[in-house]
């Protein structure tokens, strides 16, 4: 089976565009959580959604928004950019059902900020 | 709110030998799970191991093991026979036991382990 696939794998834009990344879970997977690590540090929690409806939400500005389509698959859009929202942005996926806890992660998407 | 350290930014193993990464966290939690994900300059996050935290036993993969404290909150990962394949950033992570699609990973500032020949 695939894994968690991501699109674009890099992406360059300026101050102030706005940004749409892709990520598509495991087959069966219903849960997509989305991280951004910076350089150098650990990932860090932006959104979970589950069955589409968005289940948590990480200590970030309203300028990152998500979405889960019917097919599970999933958006983050971030608008006004900043230097600092340069990062690698990782997606995770994790299968149906009680006790499922492992989340299986994509390859990320490198975005730079110019 | 849960937190993750990890006290050492770097650590370097000779290849075949035995290396030790150490992890401490903090919760209030009495259900929860521990897992190791492994970083490598492909930058894909690869689980390594997990651990339930109400199991008594320490969960072992092949040449990854696990030293987990629940009173101490400590959870160090154990690779025997380090391959030079080893060599990746290592992240301890936790997350909170509950309903399916609301409990996030807490991931500490990692651990950049070299292997040497």
């Known amino acids: 089976d695939a894994g968690v696939t991501q699109s674009p794998t890099h992406l360059i834009k300026t101050r102030g565009q706005h940004v749409t990344l892709r990520c598509s879970p495991i087959?069966?997977?219903?849960?997509v959580s989305w991280y951004q690590q910076v350089l150098g540090q650990g990932p860090q929690f932006i959104f979970q959604y589950y069955e589409k409806e968005e289940r948590g939400r990480g200590n970030f500005p309203d300028r990152f928004s998500a979405r889960q389509f019917p097919n599970y698959s999933s958006e983050l859009n971030v608008n006004a950019l900043l230097l600092g929202d340069s990062a690698l942005y990782l997606c995770a996926s994790r299968p149906p059902g009680l006790g499922t806890d492992t989340q299986y992660f994509g390859p990320g998407t490198r975005l730079t900020v110019l | 709110a849960q937190t993750v350290t990890q006290s050492q930014p770097e650590m370097s193993v000779q290849e075949a030998e035995t290396v030790t990464l150490s992890c401490t966290y903090d919760t209030s939690e009495s259900n929860y799970y521990l897992f190791w994900y492994k970083q490598p300059p492909s930058r894909q996050m690869i689980l390594v191991i997990r651990q339930e935290a109400y199991k008594q036993q320490n969960a072992t993969e092949n040449r990854f093991s696990v030293n987990f404290q629940k009173a101490a909150k400590s959870f160090s990962l154990k690779i025997s026979d380090s391959q030079l394949g080893d060599t990746a950033m290592y992240f301890c992570a936790f997350m909170r036991a509950s309903a399916p699609g609301n409990t996030p990973l807490v991931f500490g500032k990692g651990t950049r382990l070299s292997v040497i020949a």
């Open positions: 087959s069966g997977h219903k849960s």
